[in-house]
C-alpha cells in the first residue's frame, strides 16, 4: 500500500508487542495497587504473581476486546481450561492465544 509516496506494510504484531501492550492494559486494571509493567512478564501468573481477582480478568477481557475485536474472546479461551489450569494461566499463554488469533485473521 503506498500513501504519500511512502511504502507501509501492515506486519502483524510480535509476542513482545503483545506482551507490552497487554502489560499496559494490566497495569490499568490494577493501578490502584501499583503494578509495574515491567513486572508483567510471560511467566507470570495471573493469580498467584499478579494477584488479579475474577472481576480483574472480567475487566482485562473488556480491555482485549476493546483492542483487538470480537476475534479475542478471553471468556472462549478458558472455557476449555481446568481450574488448576485457570488458576495457573500465565500472562505468556494469553500472549500465545492472542498471537495466534490475529494470524488466523491475516489475509493471505
Given amino acids: ?27 490499568a486494571v490494577l493501578g490502584d495497587y501499583g503494578l509495574e509493567e515491567s513486572e508483567v512478564t510471560m511467566e507470570a501468573r495471573f493469580t498467584e504473581d499478579l494477584e488479579l481477582e475474577s472481576i480483574d480478568l472480567v475487566t482485562l477481557a473488556g480491555r482485549l476486546q476493546d483492542r483487538w475485536g470480537a476475534r479475542i474472546n478471553f471468556a ?33
Fill in 1 to 27: 500500500m503506498t500513501t504519500s509516496g511512502q511504502t507501509t506494510e501492515r506486519h502483524p504484531l510480535t509476542e513482545q508487542e503483545i506482551l507490552g501492550e497487554i502489560a499496559g492494559m494490566l497495569a
Fill in 76 to 108: 472462549e479461551f478458558i472455557a476449555g481450561m481446568e481450574l488448576e489450569e485457570i488458576i495457573g494461566l500465565t500472562v505468556g499463554r494469553l500472549v500465545g492465544y492472542v498471537a495466534d488469533r490475529l494470524r488466523d485473521e491475516e489475509p493471505s
